[in-house]
């Protein structure tokens, strides 16, 4: 029997139907394999570099004071990636990005002393914050209004996909190995993965946007919109007190509630599993519907998630802790696509840099001030992070509005 010929263009139609639903637009699955394969290889021991330092003999301050230069890092490094991403364009940015974080994961291959992991870190930084100017270029670029929470899920779902298995696997390899071995694994595992990144980015194929004339920082923030700045406002205080706790997680729960590193692992499989299964619901209807309700929900979550760690009492409550923080990501695509509605097209690199720039020299302190609170009594960072985040929330909730026509274009 001859095979029918509608055989081949109905299962074409199904696959542009599918690439269609997905907004799989060849650039956007481009950079989102290659934030899967980069996050493949960090998740394996990203989570446990507090744990590593402790190990390497750095005491509480110097632990907290890393993921303050993590945050400080992560805002002074966004503008001058986004200056990259608009100056010379989206492909040789991600590849020198790539090449730098490389550099950073040897630092901490052959690092023999906790001090080393500060300069790793500033390479490291280069994927981390320089990198993500582009990947928001890259979807504004690609995307119209009515598409982009939906690329930007695509984008969250790939880069999340590996801390649902990573850090579990990276928890087995120390256990089995030992905490220095089994972080040296991952951190050979990360070098190759990012090799493989740099074919993978040479498919990012995408013209700059015209500038009518070279635009200078204060420029760009004179070019921020009123709802730009007002959400920046809010996220500043909702990043305040995730920074706060954040390098905390994994001791909290290891050293006062007393789990071992290979559950804590399946604690952010749990979290990681939730906002994945959130993302694709939440963004089809925030680009139908709009995104301030989908943010809200994200900054509540935020605000609840550090108390309910401390109203944990072992890994049965943990885990409902950690469903909580994968909420956290509910409205992120949202939160992301408001950001590239809004943005001026010849300037979206340089705005998002801008924006992270602002928010992550604002949260600088926290994870410091987090230390000074731990060493008081370890649940006060978390407590105080509950309180900072529903302020953020409130101030979100009455000051941003959005114009929900606007999702309903093309």
């Known amino acids: 029997m001859r095979p029918?010929?509608?055989?081949?263009?109905?299962?074409?139609?199904?696959?542009?139907?599918?690439?269609?639903?997905?907004?799989?637009?060849?650039?956007?699955?481009?950079?989102?394999?290659?934030?899967?394969?980069?996050?493949?290889?960090?998740?394996?021991?990203?989570?446990?570099?507090?744990?590593?330092?402790?190990?390497?003999?750095?005491?509480?301050?110097?632990?907290?004071?890393?993921?303050?230069?993590?945050?400080?890092?992560?805002?002074?490094?966004?503008?001058?990636?986004?200056?990259?991403?608009?100056?010379?364009?989206?492909?040789?940015?991600?590849?020198?990005?790539?090449?730098?974080?490389?550099?950073?994961?040897?630092?901490?291959?052959?690092?023999?002393?906790?001090?080393?992991?500060?300069?790793?870190?500033?390479?490291?930084?280069?994927?981390?914050?320089?990198?993500?100017?582009?990947?928001?270029?890259?979807?504004?670029?690609?995307?119209?209004?009515?598409?982009?929470?939906?690329?930007?899920?695509?984008?969250?779902?790939?880069?999340?996909?590996?801390i649902v298995i990573a850090p579990t696997l990276g928890g087995i390899a120390i256990a089995a190995y030992g905490l220095q071995r089994g972080m040296r694994l991952g951190f050979i595992v990360s070098i190759a993965l990012a090799m493989v990144t740099l074919v993978v980015v040479s498919r990012v194929k995408i013209e700059l946007p015209q500038s009518a004339n070279a635009t200078n920082v204060f420029g760009v923030w004179r070019a921020l919109p009123a709802t730009l700045r007002k959400l920046l406002a809010s996220d500043i205080f909702i990043r305040t007190a995730d920074a706060m706790v954040d390098v905390f997680l994994v001791l909290y729960a290891t050293n006062v509630i007393g789990i071992t590193a290979a559950q804590f692992g399946v604690l952010i499989a749990i979290q990681m599993a939730t906002a994945i299964f959130v993302y694709i619901p939440a963004a089809r209807l925030a680009d139908s519907h709009g995104r301030k309700p989908f943010v809200v929900a994200t900054f509540v979550a935020f605000s609840v998630f550090p108390v309910a760690m401390v109203l944990s009492t072992g890994f049965a409550t943990l885990a409902l802790a950690f469903f909580i923080g994968g909420l956290r990501e509910i409205g992120e695509p949202s939160r992301k696509a408001l950001i590239m509605d809004v943005a001026a097209p010849h300037l979206r690199a340089r705005s998002v840099g801008l924006y992270y720039l602002v928010r992550s020299l604002a949260i600088t302190p926290a994870a410091l001030i987090g230390a000074v609170l731990w060493q008081i009594t370890p649940a006060l960072p978390f407590l105080v992070a509950g309180v900072i985040g529903i302020f953020g929330t409130a101030l979100f909730a009455l000051t941003v509005s959005e114009e929900r026509e606007a999702y309903h274009r093309s």
């Open 4 to 162: 029918s010929l509608t055989e081949p263009v109905s299962r074409r139609t199904r696959i542009d139907r599918l690439t269609s639903f997905f907004a799989l637009e060849k650039n956007i699955l481009a950079v989102s394999v290659t934030m899967f394969l980069i996050g493949l290889g960090e998740e394996l021991w990203r989570r446990f570099i507090p744990k590593y330092m402790e190990v390497l003999g750095a005491p509480v301050l110097a632990i907290g004071l890393y993921g303050t230069t993590s945050d400080f890092l992560d805002g002074v490094l966004q503008y001058p990636g986004g200056w990259v991403a608009d100056r010379f364009g989206r492909r040789t940015a991600l590849r020198t990005f790539v090449v730098a974080a490389i550099v950073g994961y040897a630092i901490y291959l052959i690092a023999p002393s906790w001090p080393w992991i500060f300069p790793g870190l500033v390479f490291m930084m280069a994927w981390t914050a320089m990198a993500s100017p582009t990947l928001f270029a890259v979807v504004g670029d690609a995307l119209p209004r009515g598409r982009r929470a939906m690329g930007f899920s695509v984008q969250s779902i790939l880069r999340r996909i590996p």
